[in-house]
């Protein structure tokens, strides 16, 4: 049986992580993506990235996970220097990326089969399933889903490692207004359920409001954290209240000022 409060949360240090690419146009010229990144996240701590397209927010959390490597500073998970990737950050991106010949149970397996622990933690399958509420779908293929359906057997999958930070790169990105203001209810039941350390990114202000302890705000690349501001709103959140729409005007009116200069 899983201990679904149970904290196993990390914190998350950035330190003046800089990135360079090849230009599309000249790869022999090198075009820096992200200059002098700083920032950390407390354990538990649920933070939104905001930023213009092509600031390299997805490359950030690419070197977080530990899928590239960045060309200068540092990046730690609580005190340990990230190297690699490991199951210890959980990442989940627009489109949910489930396997369509394994049926949702299997696809949420498939992280325990990889690492060979299938056996060992077999009951936390169902678990975590009911966590997600897919119980009933567990032998439905990944066709028979809905888009948030979907994303919530791809959320399962990356819980059921026990990532100490989970990473979301637009999680919610492909799914109607509808259904994604449902879904960000359950990311934040599940964030409470489990206060794992979250870094979300999201284009959609009011989305980044509505869950955020704090958001970063990212300036076009090379690009650097221009201003970090903390949503001090109680939980739940009206998305109609005075303080929201202040708040929402605040960013807004800042991204155009941003946009401009
Ligand atoms: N592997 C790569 N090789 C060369 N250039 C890359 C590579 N990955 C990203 N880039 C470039 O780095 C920049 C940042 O890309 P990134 O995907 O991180 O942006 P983003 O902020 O996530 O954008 P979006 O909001 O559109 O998802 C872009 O100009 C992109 O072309
Ligand atoms: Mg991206």
Redesign the pocket.
Known sequence: MVTLTKTEASSLSIREIGKS??A?DDPLTSRP?LDGISFSLAAGELVSLI??????????LRLIAGLDSADSGELLIGSDPITHPGAERGLVFQDPNLFPWLTVRRNIEAGLVARGVLRKKHEEVDEFMRLVGLEVFANAYPHHLSGGMAQRAALARALINHPKVLLL??PLGALDAFTRMRMQDEVLRLWQARRTTMLL?T?DIDEAIYMSDRIMIMTS?P?KIERTISIALDRPRQRSSEDFLRLRADILNFLHLAGKA
Not at 51 to 60: A, D, E, N, Q, R
Request: glycine share 20%; hydrophobic share 20%.
């Open positions: 690419f090849p599309p993506v930023g213009p397209s092509g600031c390299g927010k997805s490359t950030l790169d637009e990114v284009h690349r690009g």
